[in-house]
């Protein structure tokens, strides 16, 4: 019984990481001021950290989004990125368990009204920082590509971003009223987490790499932002499917 545990859960871990790293490098946008790069890998680390808890969400944190920095020639990256998206999906596997068992002591009602208030603020913090940083002409990046080959140049206009901010609060009204209510501690445990890796890419940048740090921390929270709207649904419907991982 207890190899087939370990089977399991090294087959967890595998999946999980490797999911990462794809998803990570599928859309990719560049940022010459850090030589960084905006992805949505977040949502993976998100949803491996929500459904099987700390340690899994830390080793495919770390490695997948690591794996992603050297398939895509961000090597330089790499090392942080070890360490900060294994932090990332560690505190968020803790603080998403905790707050399950946290949210107990409140009534549904009261749950209910905090996880709107949270939506609220995720959805005025993706438009903010989309109309501010991510409006206008983007190069987009899809895939394992040279960061100097974009894939395409578009338009983004800032109506855009506020449409994606209405959208994010109204998944997660329906969210409050249509599936668990507790999920207002998941979103609070997403951006605790989400803020850590913003502060360890920043103290990265601007003491090892040298470069102008401040202009990745709007990225990084748009980053956080949008894996977190990508992630919530993808636990909701998969919680639905496996009862089991409610545990």
Not at 8 to 28: D, E, G, H, N, R
């Amino acid at each position: 019984m207890k190899d087939k545990g370990a089977t399991k859960k090294f087959s967890i871990i595998a999946v999980f990481t490797a999911l990462v790293c794809i998803v990570t490098a599928s859309f990719t946008v560049y940022v010459p001021a850090t030589k960084g790069y905006f992805n949505i890998g977040e949502s993976m680390v998100y949803v491996a950290a929500i459904l099987f808890g700390p340690f899994v969400g830390a080793f495919a944190g770390g490695v997948g989004s690591l794996l992603a920095d050297v398939l895509l020639g961000y090597y330089y990256y790499a090392p942080a990125t070890l360490v900060i998206k294994a932090i990332e999906g560690l505190v968020v596997g803790f603080l998403s368990r905790r707050g399950r068992v946290f949210a107990r002591t409140y009534t549904k009602s009261e749950l209910k009204f905090f996880t709107v208030e949270m939506g609220a603020l995720i959805g005025a913090l993706v438009s903010l920082v989309g109309f501010l940083y991510y409006s206008g002409f983007v190069e987009l990046y899809s895939g394992f590509v040279s960061t100097e080959n974009p894939t395409s140049n578009f338009y983004v206009p800032a109506e855009f971003w506020f449409g994606i901010g209405v959208l994010a609060v109204f998944m997660m009204v329906l969210l409050a009223f249509f599936s668990e209510p507790e999920y207002g501690f998941t979103i609070i445990s997403c951006v605790f987490g989400g803020l850590l890796m913003v502060f360890g890419y920043f103290l990265y940048e601007q003491f090892f790499l040298g470069v102008f740090a401040f202009a990745e921390v709007p990225v990084n929270i748009g980053q956080m932002t949008i894996g977190l709207i990508i992630a919530t649904p993808i636990v909701k419907v998969v919680r639905r499917t496996l009862p089991q991982l409610k545990s």
